[in-house]
Nanobody, 114 residues
């Protein structure tokens, strides 16, 4: 069965950085486009960054230039580097496929507050 396990979140101050990790199991990771999503309180889950099997990346306009997605196929892990964090980036962050979406993991909480 597919399992996605996110980690790396935490409480940070505005302007600080975090690196999120998502370890996948139960899939042939290298053949899937992967994405990072987030869900803020009271909002719908949204896709903020995606990386193709060839490592082409795309970002939501709100995070472009501040977030960076990468992948390590050997480790079956996708990363999201978050920099210059803002309070509005507070959310639970999840990874999943893009064209193929599996059962959601527990996510990792990112809280940006002074």
């Amino acid at each position: 069965q597919v399992q996605l396990v996110e980690s790396g979140g935490g409480l940070v101050q505005p302007g600080e950085s975090l690196r999120l990790s998502c370890a996948a199991s139960g899939i042939i990771f290298s053949v899937y486009n992967m994405g990072w999503y987030r869900q803020a309180p009271g909002a719908q889950r949204e896709l903020v960054a995606q990386i193709s099997v060839g490592s082409t990346t795309n970002y939501a306009d709100s995070v472009k230039g501040r977030f960076s997605i990468s992948r390590d196929n050997a480790k079956k892990t996708v990363y999201l580097q978050l920099t210059r964090l803002k309070p509005e980036n507070t959310a639970v962050y999840y990874c999943n496929g893009v064209s193929t979406v599996w059962r959601w993991g527990q996510g990792t909480q990112v809280t940006v507050s002074s």
